[in-house]
């Protein structure tokens, strides 16, 4: 049973994350920054012919060429970001910086290597270098995340202190602990001495005790649906049974065991699923 119960958590949070990771590549489209950024860097890009690229191709081949890599670079940048978030967790944030980097280098690296070899093939007069692609990679995207993960705490912390509009009800404590800003909490699971928190934004680890994330879920009405799972009452989707256990769906997917504990709690607090 309890291996059962382990393995249907992780695969909700392997769904989480592959969400997670989905939506934020898609979300750049519907971005007014990341699209304002995309047509400045191509630009900058096709004017000012960076990386050996200056008289190897004419005005079409460069167009065709930065806006195609930058777009890819964008893409596979949200991405990574995103996968070296959970990959470091729980180790020292600034890591993320790092992983996101190799990450980057190992994947985007070759597709600027083929991509030029394309544009070879059209006429362009580009030869590339791996091992000078790989360095000239490398270095810049360190740098950009490093930035990013630097400011973005300050970054959510003035969000926070503009006080534009005020909330309509006072947020749990335990969203000022999250990276995300203003991220909508799905559900709290204990991990061992961590509680991995699911959100609208993404799956996030905090170093407390997972009795005391519950405390700081308040005033936000909820439950436990089994020992080491606790979910705010309106994430609730469905109530369903599945080989005579009972189990809940959350709006974003996620499947949980309901056990025969805390299934009268539920019941109790939402008897509009039973």
Known sequence: MLNQETHLSESSTDH????????????????????????????????????????????GLRVLFWSVLIAISM???????????????PLVRWRAALVASVLMTLVFAPMVFVW?????????????????????????TLTVYSVIHVLRPHLRDGAADTGAAPEPEPLPRLVQRLDRPRATIYRLSA???????????GLEQIRMRFADAVEEMAP???????????????????VQRRGG??????????????????????????PDLF
């Open 16 to 59: 989480a994350a592959l969400t997670a990771i989905r939506d934020r590549v898609l979300g750049l489209r519907h971005s007014r920054v990341a699209l304002a950024v995309y047509f400045g860097l191509t630009t900058v890009a096709v004017i000012a012919q960076p990386y050996g690229t200056s008289g190897e191709l004419d005005l």
């Open 220 to 238: 936000l009405a909820g439950c436990h649906v089994h020992r080491s799972h606790w979910v705010p009452l309106e994430a609730v989707e469905t």
């Open 75 to 89: 893409i596979c940048g949200a991405a990574f970001d995103e996968i070296s978030y959970r990959i470091v967790q």
């Open 116 to 140: 030029s070899r394309v544009i070879g093939l059209l006429g362009g007069g580009l030869d590339p270098q791996f091992w000078s692609l790989l360095l000239n990679t490398f270095v810049p």
């Open 191 to 201: 991990n061992d001495h961590l509680t991995d928190v699911a959100t609208d934004q």
């Open 245 to 270: 256990k009972v189990l809940v769906t959350l709006v974003n997917g996620d499947e949980l065991p309901v056990s025969r504990t805390y299934r009268p709690r539920l019941e109790a607090a939402r």
